[in-house]
């Protein structure tokens, strides 16, 4: 490897960073709901999710083709575009792991390879047809079909199973369901995101003169970005775990194996075909549908539409950020230590941040703080709470009391 210089091996390690942020970024996806019904304990389902992502990194290179091969020309691309895409994709990853959003890691990569080549070679240099129809077109119909399938998966189980339900049987029978489909959504996701690593770091030794062009990624690329995801996982992104179990709907046993029974076989049908899918959007969607595959249930619409912005952004956002890394990478290198060096403050200030308010395996079930609006919140500030028995009106049982036994009577 005597074309294996240092920028290269900053590439590399920085691309492994990237795998590493992507598997605590995205555990939620295989465990959120597993972890919500009790189905699991949250240390027993990240280690089991960390296996199983390393497990799938091995079974196909269809995904990491269309990354290193498909998306951008591989003639005219340096490096450090490369190293400026992945700065782009590990920045906004942090950041929407800080607010506890389910962001697409997929999209942040796309986004910021993208930006990065537009930057260096010009639009040209992106091929639209593949963003088209193996990125964007996957990224809209995803959520959708995950979401209409898990619907419909949780109506069926509850249809079929209500004779049975509330028994001992039923309760194992369902446990057991989701942790085999939790399983499987893990073993997907290490199938379609460990490749986008793989693809990542082929792209950039094609670039850097070590493979040949249009070859596949060797094996130690493979069995790095298997160790990188796993190990990110068994961290656990316990932020988004909270807002994917708790945040968008309240989900049973019955409704968590639908959700991800359906999810799982949205990405393993898109890793068979090539298609760089979010598994993120795949997996929002189908608990979104479980939540409403159940009578009574609902979503919190305000938790989906703070994710719903957050998809929308995460392709521009780091495209840009990836494009202003490229110019700084192009003054030098020096300027190539200035962007490590900001990668590296940045990451720091992010995690520093959030050991304000921390949120791990022993607080990752607690119910997310209720959004108020703000009339009612200025309501609350100015009207003294009634007093017991005045006018005939009881105070109401407020949560973890006692219910009120007196009849309460409300005025408009």
């Avoid at 575009?81 to 992945?86: E, K, P």
């Avoid at 249809?159 to 001992?168: A, H, I």
């Avoid at 082929?202 to 060797?218: I, K, N, R």
């Avoid at 298609?275 to 993120?280: D, E, I, V």
């Amino acid at each position: 490897m005597e074309s294996f210089s240092l920028i290269l091996a900053i590439v590399v390690v920085t691309a492994l960073a990237f795998d590493f942020t992507n598997g605590f970024h995205d555990t939620a996806n295989a465990m959120a709901t597993t972890i919500s019904t009790g189905a699991l304990r949250p240390k027993v389902a990240v280690a089991m999710s960390a296996v199983l992502n390393l497990v799938g990194a091995f079974l196909s290179v269809e995904v990491a083709n269309t990354i290193s091969k498909g998306l951008v020309d591989e003639a005219g691309i340096r490096p450090e575009v490369i190293f400026a895409a992945l700065v782009g994709a590990i920045l906004w990853n942090l950041l929407t792991w800080l607010v506890g959003l389910p962001s697409s890691s997929s999209h942040a990569l796309m986004g910021g390879l993208i930006g990065a080549t537009v930057a260096s070679a010009g639009l040209g240099a992106v091929h639209g047809d593949a963003l088209v129809t193996k990125v964007l077109i996957p990224a809209l119909a995803a959520p959708l079909v995950a979401g209409i399938a898990a619907m419909i998966g949780a109506r069926m189980t509850y249809r079929l199973g209500r004779k049975s339900d509330g028994t001992e049987s039923a309760a194992k029978g369902y446990r057991a369901g989701q942790i085999a489909s939790a399983g499987l959504v893990s073993l997907a996701h290490g199938t379609n995101d460990a490749q986008k690593t793989m693809g990542i770091i082929t792209l950039a030794l094609v670039a850097g003169g070590t493979l040949a062009p249009d070859s596949d990624p060797p094996m130690w690329v493979i069995v790095s970005a298997g160790v990188a995801i796993a190990l990110g996982t068994y961290l656990g992104g316990w932020r988004i775990i909270r807002t994917m179990g708790k945040g968008l709907t309240d989900l049973q046993p019955q409704q968590g194996f639908a959700a991800q029974t359906s999810a799982a076989t949205v990405i393993l049908a898109s890793s068979h075909l090539g298609f760089s899918l979010s598994t993120t959007h795949s997996v929002s969607g189908a608990v979104m549908g479980a939540g409403l595959g159940r009578k009574g249930g609902v979503v919190r619409w305000s938790t989906a539409t703070r994710m719903f912005v957050a998809w929308g952004l995460t392709l521009p956002a780091a495209a840009l950020v990836a494009a202003v890394a490229e110019w700084v990478t192009g003054l030098g290198d020096w300027g190539t230590g200035l962007v490590a060096v900001f990668l590296v403050v940045s990451s720091a200030a992010i995690w520093k941040i959030s050991r304000r308010e921390v949120v791990d395996h022993t607080n990752v079930n607690d119910e997310e703080p209720a959004e108020a609006g703000v009339v009612t919140t200025a309501m609350a500030a100015v009207t003294p709470p009634p007093t017991a028995g005045e006018h005939g009106v009881t105070i109401p049982a407020q949560a973890g009391a006692p219910d009120a036994k007196t009849p309460s009577t409300s005025t408009v």
